[in-house]
Structure formats: structure tokens, C-alpha cells
């Protein structure tokens, strides 16, 4: 059974460009979730979707990022205009359900540096 | 959101037990105590839940004191692909999130 797959695995950009990056969940995973992870630090969720709805995005910075399932499969988070702060690993993960939340599966991520 | 503490790293040799602990003192009764491990270059992967009582799968046990304010997460053998970040994580209440901490670095010596 494939993992979760993320593309591009990395990505270099001057600041004030736009970067997207785009994941594919495992198959038949409801869930789908985008996080952050800054050097150093633990994983921050980013945003949660529930099939094509997105049902927790507290935490987006929604002035430059969104996100978009739109067929409730593969999911695409984008930033708009990039910023140095944003160099990061972009992780994206799945669970079946958010009622096995508990049990989700991470894809490799993509690292960012915005210069 | 109840926090855990961690420490920041530990060492083990290869073959030997390991034990990792982490403090959840503000823990409440519908948290459950996930960990997670990170190997380099890879995103987290899931390690083990539990609730109250200690638990077992292929990977390791969880070890939970009786009050739940402190868990250890048991690695019966480790080997050198065990050395990686290992993330302790309380999910529960109302945002039903995984929230993660700093982890702790284990490096394991042949």
C-alpha cells in the first residue's frame, strides 16, 4: 500500500513568490491534514479536512496561505507571497477518520527555503 | 492543552532496553498519551496510544503510571534504526488534536 505522497520533496524560492505544494493521502483516508514543522520543533498543525471540507483552520495564516481539497482526495496548500520566515518542512498526513486521529500517517514533507 | 515534558536527549547501545519518560502532570481523565517518532529526513510516524492501562504492540510498550500524570515508552530492543526523535503527546478534550513538543533525541550506539 503507498504512504502518503507529497511533491516537490523540496523547493527553493526568492521571497515574495508564491509556492505550492501538493499532497496525495493513502487511499480511502478521509482525513487529511496539513502541518508545519520549523527546525528544531515539533510538527504544528496547519489546517484539517474532513473529506472536501476543511473543518479546522485556526491556525492558517490565512492573509498568505490557503488550501484546497477540492474532490476530497489529493489536497493543495499555497502560499502567497512567500516570506523568509516561512522556510519550513511542510508536512501533510492522513487518517482514516478523524475518529482515528490518533493514528495518522505522515508523508516525507517538503522542505522550503525562501530566500 | 495539557503539556508534556520531555527531555531533550538520550542515549542508548544497540540490543539494549531503552527507556523514555515523559511528565504529563496536568493531564486530564479523557487525554490519551500518544507517542510518535520522527527519523531523519521523514515525517513522524505513530508509535503507540493508551488511555489507563499499559500497552503492548510490535513496536513497543507503553508504561502508565496509576495517576496518568507520567507515561514511559518502552523500546524492548534497541537498534540502530531506532535512533530518532520521539515525540510524547496528550490527545483529548475538545480539539481532539495531536499538539506536539520538542521530543526527545535518542541516539543509539552500536
Known amino acids: 500500500e503507498a504512504g502518503v505522497v507529497q511533491s516537490p520533496r523540496y523547493k527553493i524560492i526568492e521571497k515574495k513568490q508564491p509556492v505550492a505544494f501538493w499532497c496525495n493521502p493513502i487511499?480511502?483516508?478521509?482525513?487529511l491534514y496539513w502541518y508545519l514543522q520549523n527546525l528544531g520543533q515539533g510538527p504544528e498543525l496547519l489546517i484539517r479536512?474532513?473529506?472536501?471540507?476543511?473543518?479546522?483552520d485556526s491556525q492558517l495564516p490565512k492573509d498568505r496561505f490557503s488550501a484546497e481539497r477540492l474532490k476530497g482526495v489529493d489536497s493543495t496548500l499555497k502560499i502567497q507571497p512567500a516570506e523568509l520566515g516561512d522556510s519550513a518542512v511542510y508536512l501533510c498526513?492522513?487518517?482514516?477518520?478523524?475518529?482515528?486521529?490518533?493514528?495518522?500517517?505522515f508523508g516525507p514533507g517538503t522542505r522550503l527555503t525562501v530566500t | 492543552d495539557a503539556k508534556t515534558t520531555q527531555p531533550n536527549s538520550m542515549e542508548s547501545n544497540e540490543e539494549e532496553p531503552v527507556h523514555l519518560p515523559c511528565n504529563h502532570s496536568t493531564i486530564s481523565g479523557t487525554d490519551y498519551i500518544h507517542w510518535y517518532r520522527q527519523l531523519p529526513s521523514q515525517g513522524p510516524e505513530y508509535v503507540i496510544h493508551?488511555?489507563?492501562s499499559n500497552v503492548n504492540n510490535r513496536m513497543a510498550s507503553l508504561a502508565i503510571a496509576e495517576d496518568r500524570k507520567s507515561s514511559t515508552l518502552i523500546l524492548h530492543r534497541a537498534t540502530l534504526r531506532d535512533a530518532a526523535v520521539y515525540y510524547c503527546?496528550?490527545?483529548?478534550?475538545?480539539?481532539?488534536?495531536?499538539?506536539f513538543g520538542t521530543g526527545t533525541l535518542l541516539a543509539v550506539q552500536p
Open positions: 479536512y474532513e473529506n472536501e471540507e476543511a473543518v479546522d
Open positions: 498526513a492522513s487518517s482514516l477518520s478523524s475518529d482515528r486521529a490518533y493514528e495518522q500517517y
Open positions: 487511499s480511502g483516508h478521509n482525513t
Open positions: 493508551g488511555l489507563t
Open positions: 503527546i496528550l490527545r483529548g478534550g475538545a480539539t481532539n488534536k495531536l499538539i
